[in-house]
Structure formats: structure tokens, C-alpha cells
């Protein structure tokens, strides 16, 4: 057995997964790399684990460190409230991030978090990425949750991997899902479509990679054939696009009040589907007070979309 494992050895550890390698952190830690490397070692050691694998490339975690990651955050980040209360010493930095397919309702509630921090030290990230990065975001802890949808679809082949990463879906809400159109489309101005209605549209999706097809879209129907597809990989560029050439997105119909979205309109689409959307995390890991936080605005943001939906569709009928 190595030395008792330090709170230190915890901060070298978090830092090495925040620099992506043990030569950036050691730089970044003001410490020598045989030192750092050293430092980990001990700690493996003690807790009888491998915490990084290593290759050719550098260093990544395991499994079992994944799982050691999640448990160091919580104690380095109730050390610093402890530290803070009673040393009055410098401002904690707060770490957090979240991955997400491309829904308004998390932008809305991530800048709710960003508002209650804003006189704090912190280092917030929000990435909306392609399904299987956010996927592998959360299995590797480079963000705490990832918020996607299942769908008849694609239940069964996300589930599984989902199962496979160790990772649990929590539900969120149900959304019946709509067709984002700009404002001057054709047919903006009807309370409901088809897909036989869009045929003549080209159709917009986010890019999702060449290996990761159909069951990693996000959008519904991705299978079903249209004469055009045009393919993205930003939500700017989609509501360009929308307006400039007419084309569609199925999505879930909530939008939030960016400058972007005020020309763009979510009409119903007549689907046998349902997009069940929630967020994903690592399986037994306990969620830090920030992710907690986080949720607690996303539930708000998104009781406020329900709403909003629940008023559109008792006008529509």
C-alpha cells in the first residue's frame, strides 16, 4: 500500500481529466510530470484501482476511475464550501457542464445557472453536440448529464448503449413533435402538416456523423424519403436556412426567445410518434449541487414550454 490517499492527490486527479493529459496538468499545477505521475501512481496504489489507462496518445480514464472521478468532485467540492466558510480564503471556482441535442428549454435553464453564479468564480460548459458525443460525453465525465430523446424509433438501440456505458435515463417530459418553419413559409400558417405536406421542402437535420446513422438523428421520421436533405451542424445556420430556402426541421416545438427564432414557427406534425426527452448520467454516481441546481431550472423551463404547448394546442382545436 502507497501513502494515505490526500486531498491534493483528488485535485491532481480532476485536473489531469480537465487538461485532457498528465504534461498539460502538471503545467497548469505548477509541478513537475515525473512528480504528477508519480502522484497518481500512489494513489492507485492505495485504492487498489487503475484510474487511467495509458497509450500511445496519453493518458484516459477507466472504468473504475470514471466512478473514482465522480466521488473525488463531490468531496474537493464540499472541501472548498468547508474551506471558504471558515478560512474566508479566495472564491471557489464552480465546474459544471452539460451536453444536449439542440432544445431551447436547456439554453433557457443553463443561463438561469449562469445568472445565480454570476458574481462567482466558475467555468460553465454547455455543448450541443451530435447524439453520440453527447453519449460519450457523459460516459467519460466530460460533462455530468446528457439530455437527448427516445423515441419507437431509436428506444431499444439507445437503451442498450446506455446500458452497455453504465449510464441511466431519467425521463423528462413527452413532446409531440412539431415542424420548425420560417415565418414566411408556405405553410406556417396551419395549425398542423404532414409529411406528405413537406414532401416538396428540403429537409434540414443536424449532422451526425458518417458512422452514426438514422437511430443517433435527432430528428423523428429520419427514414422516411425526402427529395431534398440539407445537413447542418449549428442551430444558426438551420434558421438561416429556413428562411432562406424554405426548408423544414422536426424538432420538439420549443423555442426560446433568441433574436435567431423570433422568424421561426413550430407548427404540430400529424405523427404516430412521441419524443420522450430526459438526461442521461452515469449509472450509482451521486450528482454534484451544481447538476442538482441545473435541474431544478430545467424542470422550471420546461413546465413553462408544457404550458405554453398545452395553451397552442387548445387554441388549435
Known amino acids: 500500500r502507497g501513502p494515505p490517499m490526500t486531498l491534493q492527490q483528488l485535485r491532481y486527479i480532476i485536473q489531469i481529466v480537465q487538461s485532457g ?10 509541478i513537475t510530470q515525473p512528480s504528477l505521475s508519480k502522484s497518481v501512481a500512489d494513489l492507485e496504489k492505495e485504492m487498489g484501482i487503475t484510474i487511467f489507462n495509458r497509450n500511445n ?12 472521478l465522480a466521488y473525488a468532485r463531490q468531496i474537493v467540492e464540499q472541501a472548498d464550501l468547508l474551506e471558504h466558510q471558515y478560512k474566508f480564503g479566495p472564491p471557489i471556482r464552480r465546474v459544471f457542464a452539460v451536453s444536449s441535442q439542440h432544445y431551447a428549454f436547456a439554453v433557457d435553464a443553463f443561463a438561469a445557472l449562469v445568472r445565480d453564479y454570476q458574481d462567482d ?25 446528457g439530455i437527448l430523446y427516445l423515441s419507437k ?19 423528462l417530459f413527452k413532446a409531440k413533435p412539431h415542424v420548425f418553419l420560417s415565418r414566411n413559409h408556405p405553410l406556417a400558417h396551419r395549425k398542423s402538416v404532414t409529411l406528405k405536406d413537406l414532401k416538396p421542402f428540403p429537409r434540414l437535420s443536424y449532422e451526425q456523423g458518417l458512422d452514426h446513422a438514422f437511430h443517433f438523428t435527432e430528428e423523428l421520421h429520419s427514414t422516411e ?5 440539407i445537413v447542418v451542424s449549428d442551430k444558426s445556420t438551420m434558421f438561416q436556412l429556413m428562411a432562406d430556402v424554405q426548408g423544414y426541421n422536426i424538432a420538439s416545438g420549443a423555442l426560446n426567445a433568441d433574436p435567431d427564432s423570433e422568424e421561426i414557427v413550430p407548427v404540430l406534425l400529424k405523427s404516430a410518434e412521441v419524443m420522450d426527452i430526459g438526461y442521461i448520467h452515469p449509472t450509482d454516481h451521486p450528482l454534484s ?28 382545436s
Open 21 to 30: 493529459s498528465i504534461s498539460m496538468a502538471a503545467q497548469k499545477l505548477y
Open 57 to 68: 496518445r496519453g493518458v484516459y480514464l477507466s472504468d473504475d476511475g470514471a466512478k473514482f
Open 121 to 145: 468564480q466558475y467555468e460553465f460548459a454547455l455543448r450541443e453536440s451530435r447524439t453520440y458525443d453527447i453519449i460519450e460525453d457523459v460516459r467519460t465525465q466530460r460533462s455530468e448529464l
Open 153 to 171: 424509433f431509436n428506444r431499444d438501440v439507445l437503451q442498450r448503449i446506455f446500458q452497455n456505458a453504465e449510464l441511466n435515463f431519467v425521463p
Open 225 to 229: 424519403e425526402a427529395q431534398q436533405n
Open 289 to 316: 449541487a451544481l447538476c442538482e441546481e441545473f435541474l431544478k431550472h430545467l424542470h422550471v423551463c420546461i413546465e413553462k414550454f408544457t404550458q405554453s404547448e398545452n395553451a397552442a394546442q387548445s387554441s388549435r
